[in-house]
């Protein structure tokens, strides 16, 4: 039985008359918290490498110059890709196991279309060996790795063909997906920069190879430009077209004049850029593709636009044969196909079904099954398969289009920072493969400009960090939000111009959007360390961008990382 004394002694406190300070209770912990920030699976994915939980972060707290500054050092072309990527990172993003992912891709657009129309504080760095380097093709890899050689102190020299830089971006791909005035901004920017560019001069014709190795590198970046043909009778007859031709002029504002109806020729980007033009132009438009929709290697929103604005599918079908009609028309004979086992690239392979034909009649034909390189000037030892090869020679350099990479901007920025950087190592006589290796985000291909900078000084590199997975993650910390959808314009609207067809985000889509990111691996100062730790052994410093762990007291407990929602803070045994 409990008599009143023992009553009461359930209430007494034990009150010290002195600091607990000297309680130091940490010495008992074996195991202690450590922030060890990693790599979003997202940023893994991007090829450019954007820090993306980084510049999701700043534009969160509404920084958006700081969110521009943050992706233009890994990134010249913001604005570009913020519309016309293929967005590996929102397929990796984590968020998409728990909702829908992160809208990745309209925040970078967001962003550069946000922040203000200074141009962020570029400045070369100082370089004591400054080598010259020529770079011949000014489209997103030349671009790229004519911005990061001079942000590294070098100085480039650009010989493009055409009379405005650009490549693809400028000459391709059409204004309602990508405005002029979006990359004549970037472009611009990239120019505040020492390069030179020396445009109207085609390497091969008004300059020759040989010339340019009277650089101290060369980078190869010349696309691939040439239509490839069909090969089949009657495809140089009068309106029959080639898909590259036919976009460039009218990005080159050529009058340009379509009737009733133009049949289209492939499944890929330029199949569907020139459907959607010849719809704009007034023509219907139907695309013909030899698989199905499935194979279609165009970007799967561009398919459905399409659809949506009223493009026609005709899908396993191949031309065999153009013959023009006494009505001045155009008759494409066709072979139907079937699929049947895998190609060399692991696609479905489409065969003929025998003896099955269709017949299709058309006002237009304009062929787009993909575009193949000029190797014409180039040195035959450079060559391997119809594309640019340099592996046995170290000084010159090359990527994008030319070389056997995925024809994707993204990738093709990727290149050009990857050449710049080997020819700043070429130069210091670095090894490419162990930097590389260090400054590597993840496993699957892109690397960090900022990690190159931060150990090029010492030739110190930190080494790569390990990606978060979302199994990593404290999901409990988090709460479903729809993801906004990207408003469109009208159609309408749509196809009466080549206005741009996406909107763009409102400043509270855009708010929303950022704060759906989990910053998987890096600190957001959500402060829940701070917060949940039982024993106050976190302190904030003033400006509570950091965060201080007072080891003498901290138990080892692991209510910290058990609070952290990312990952950041992980016990490790204690020395
Ligand atoms: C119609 C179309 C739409 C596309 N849409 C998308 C998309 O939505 N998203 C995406 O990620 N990718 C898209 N792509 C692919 C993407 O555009 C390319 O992968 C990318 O542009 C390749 O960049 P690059 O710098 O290697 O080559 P390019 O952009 O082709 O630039 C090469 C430059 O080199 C110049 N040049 C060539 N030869 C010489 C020479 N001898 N001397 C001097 N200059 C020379 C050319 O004039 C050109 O300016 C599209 C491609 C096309 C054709
Ligand atoms: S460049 Fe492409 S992959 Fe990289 S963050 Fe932007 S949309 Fe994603
Ligand atoms: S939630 Fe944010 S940091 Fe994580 S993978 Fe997605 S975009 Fe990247």
Redesign the pocket.
Known sequence: MKTDSDHSSEFVIPISYGSTEVIETGKWGFQKPQTSFMTAPCQEACPAGNPIPQFLYLSGEGRYDEALRALLKENPFPGV?G????HPCETDCNRAQYDESVSVRSMERYVSDAASNQPPNLKPMRNRDSKKVAI?????????CAYFLSLLGHQPTI????KE??????????GY??PKSVLKKEIQRIFHLPIEIRTG???????SFDELTRFDAVFL?????LNAPLSIEGEDLKRVWK??DF?ERINSKDKVTLVRETLVIGG???A???ARSALRLGSKATVAYRRTRNEMP??QE?IVEAEEEGVGFEFLIQPVKVSLLKNKRLAVKFQRMKLRGLDRTGRPKAIPVKGKFLTLETDHLIT?VG?QV?LS?IPQDLIKNGLVDVHPSPRIFA?????DQ???????IS??KRAAISIDLYREGGSYSEVFSKIRLGNKGSVSMEAYLSGKDGGKWRGPLEVVSYEKLNTLFFEPKKRAKMRQLSLGRRLKNFLEVNVGFSSEEAQLSASRCFSCGTCNYCYNCYFFCPEGAISLDSDHQTRTVDLEHCKGCGTCAKSCPRNVVEMKESS
Do not use: H
């Open positions: 890709c519309r016309v990527c293929f011949v093709g000014a489209g997103p890899a030349g671009l790229s010989f493009e063909s055409q830089p650009g490549g693809v971006l400028r000459w391709g791909i059409p997906r990508l001069i085609k390497v091969g014709e008004d300059l970046s010349p696309g691939a430009r898909g590259g976009l890929g980007n330029t569907m850029d020139v165009a970007l561009e787009a575009e000029d000037w990527g994008g289009d030319a070389v995925p024809r994707t901007i993204v990738t093709a290149a050009g």
